[in-house]
């Protein structure tokens, strides 16, 4: 990737984009952390709460290893969305 360009998240996900857009979870959609630094592995886990308004974060977060918190998404996180079922 050159400098400047931007990764297109997996169909499936939403991030934020650098405009200022919206992130916007439901509950029991899987948010992926990337790691930031190197060497620092990536964490997921599953929104079990969605506070704030429309989808909007806060989302209280279990994470796959057992803890919960309250996430404010960054720039370097994405949301997996979980199969809807449509009729």
Same mark, same amino acid.
């Not at 992130?23 to 060497?39: A, E, F, W």
């Given at each position: 990737?050159?400098?400047?360009?931007?990764?297109?998240?997996?169909?499936? =996900?939403?991030? =934020?984009?650098? !405009?200022?857009?919206?992130?916007?979870?439901?509950i029991g959609d899987r948010l992926?952390?990337?790691?930031?630094?190197?060497?620092?592995?990536?964490?997921?886990?599953? +929104?079990?709460?969605?506070?704030?308004?429309?989808?909007?974060p806060p989302y209280l977060v279990?994470?796959?290893?057992?803890?919960?918190? !309250?996430?404010?998404?960054?720039?370097?996180?994405? +949301?997996?969305?979980?199969?809807?079922? =449509?009729?």
């Amino acid at each position: 990737m050159r400098r400047g360009e931007q990764r297109h998240p997996m169909p499936g =996900t939403v991030r =934020t984009d650098e !405009l200022g857009g919206e992130m916007n979870g439901q509950i029991g959609d899987r948010l992926h952390v990337h790691g930031n630094v190197v060497g620092q592995p990536d964490r997921m886990g599953e +929104i079990v709460e969605v506070r704030g308004r429309d989808g909007a974060p806060p989302y209280l977060v279990r994470f796959d290893d057992g803890h919960e918190a !309250l996430v404010y998404p960054g720039p370097d996180t994405v +949301i997996e969305q979980k199969a809807r079922v =449509t009729r």
